[in-house]
């Protein structure tokens, strides 16, 4: 099992590490043709802007949305997360469409306003750490999506199908649950 | 990790080191209007340095460069929805704290601009906002860290549109990086006192490698090859001064430095970033500057 990055810009390190750190091999996947070879993909915090842009340029945003949540399970932090959505607001920007959700980028304001804080997920009992940077709010779901965290009420760890989106950094902490559970999403084995 | 740096687990220092690391692989562009801070988003610059002037007119025009004005920094800001970055004199911890309650996302503290203090930097462990520093070698480096920087940039020669002095300091930096790495233990307390740099992150880059902030290169970067070059001597991102908006076509010229700075390791892609390009700047040989006349010497 291979797990591909999309490694054009962004915190794509540091999901290699911590995917790594569980056993699982990983490829970074900047063309087209990188795809072929990976079971799954994760895309990285960063820009969303600048990666949506090389996804267009490269010829990576067809592939993707066609083959998202069906034969590619797809793990989105953050800008990744946004990248994902079917509605993108603040402003309005192109996105793959996955999961069924409308994001609001830079909702909580610029960096001053980053923090990191605990928060309970529906994958343990025991409260995991969750760094935001810049983030993104999932401001609507549809019927088809499985909340899996809440912070002030809002989603911030979704699921639909294959596809898993958050809105803060886990592959910023030590803490491998969400990371673990995205490696069983993709050997299909919830 | 053996041990941790007693400031790497504040969860303060954690979200300032974050928002680095989402730069990682990107374009930071000089802009000094909301139009150019446009054209460096649409062209996928992943963050911008609002200022007043380009390094490369603060060296034509001289006076004293300052922190560029609220005005314009929030113009930038409503004009874009990337990081926007914006520098503070070094040692002008006023200034800094102006950017601040301006809410920018990173304060470049920067020896661009004319420095007001020649003794101290900023201490930036005192600020919520992430500061990223220049530096020429790895003592500067990790004293910049010392006080809260989390980033560093080379310093290169702003404003010169040559890649010689960026490439020193990228080399410098990473050479000696690799040389602590083979020291004994005993060695690294002789290490701290040569590079004049404190003993625990010394300790943290001999067992490491590498520093323990993002490690960027700036100052010279004007063609796609020599953003491809930084990235393959070890920067982990790429800052353009004046190269994009004082080049012939500044819309082409930024969407092909940051294309061959993402792909830096595969020639085929840089050459397609290289073809079809205007005018680079000119660019000064920066032997024939006069010592004076150099930025790079600014700060410690």
Not at chain 1, 14 to 29: D, N, P, S, Y
Not at chain 2, 75 to 95: L, Y
Not at chain 2, 120 to 137: D, E, L, M, T, Y
Not at chain 2, 289 to 294: A, G, I, S
């Amino acid at each position: 099992m291979k797990i591909g990055i999309l490694a054009v810009q962004g915190d794509f390190e540091a999901h290699q590490k911590m995917i790594e750190r569980l056993g699982a091999e990983t490829a970074f996947v900047k063309a087209a043709a990188d795809l072929e070879a990976v079971d799954a993909l994760v895309l990285p915090g960063g820009e969303s802007t600048t990666q949506l842009q090389f996804l267009n340029d490269e010829g990576l945003f067809q592939p993707i949305a066609e083959r998202g949540g069906k034969t590619l399970p797809i793990f989105g932090t953050c800008a990744g997360a946004i990248l994902l959505a079917k509605e993108v607001k603040n402003p309005a920007q192109a996105s793959l469409g996955l999961v069924d959700m409308t994001v609001v980028r830079n909702a909580y304001g610029p960096q001053i306003e980053s923090c990191v804080t605990r928060g309970i997920t529906t994958l343990s009992d025991q409260p995991i750490e969750m760094v935001f940077i810049r983030a993104p709010m999932i401001e609507r779901v549809g019927p088809g999506v499985e909340v899996m965290a809440r912070r002030d009420d809002k989603p911030i760890l979704v699921r639909q199908g294959r596809i898993l989106a958050a809105t803060f950094h886990p592959e910023l902490t030590e803490d491998a649950t969400i990371h673990s559970y995205f490696l069983k999403l993709v050997r299909d084995e919830r | 990790m053996a041990e941790e740096l007693t400031f790497s687990t504040d969860p303060q220092w954690r979200v300032k080191v974050g928002l680095a690391e989402m730069l990682k692989g990107g374009v930071i562009m000089d802009v000094t209007n909301a139009d150019q801070a446009r054209i460096a988003e649409k062209a996928g610059a992943c963050a911008v340095m609002a200022l007043e002037r380009v390094p490369a007119d603060i060296r034509k025009e001289g006076g004293v460069a300052r922190m560029a004005s609220p005005k314009i920094i929030r113009e930038i800001q409503a004009a874009v929805t990337i990081p926007v970055m914006a520098k503070a004199r070094i040692g002008h911890f006023a200034e800094a704290q102006v950017l601040e309650a301006l809410a920018v996302d990173f304060i470049d503290e920067s020896e661009v601009l004319t420095p007001a203090d020649e003794e101290n930097h900023i201490w930036k462990q005192s600020f919520r906002i992430p500061f990223v520093c220049g530096a020429r070698n790895l003592g500067e480096a990790l004293r910049r860290i010392a006080e809260g920087a989390a980033m560093i940039r080379t310093k290169g020669e702003a404003g010169s549109g040559n890649i010689v002095e960026a490439v020193r300091h990228m080399r410098a930096i990473v050479g000696e990086m690799k040389r602590l790495t083979l020291l004994g233990e005993e060695e690294l307390i002789g290490a701290s006192k040569q590079l004049g740099a404190p003993l625990d992150l010394v300790r943290w880059v001999a067992r490491n490698g590498k520093l323990p902030v993002p490690n960027f290169s700036a100052g010279g970067v004007a063609t796609p090859a020599d953003a491809a070059l930084v990235v393959q001597l070890g920067a982990e991102a790429v800052f353009v001064g004046s190269g994009v908006f004082k080049s012939s076509d500044p819309e082409r010229r930024a969407h092909a430095i940051v294309k061959a700075t993402t792909h830096a390791r595969d020639p085929k892609v840089v050459l397609e970033a290289s073809e079809e390009l205007g005018e680079a700047m000119k660019g000064l040989d920066v032997r024939q500057l006069d010592e004076k006349e150099l930025l790079q010497t600014r700060g410690w």
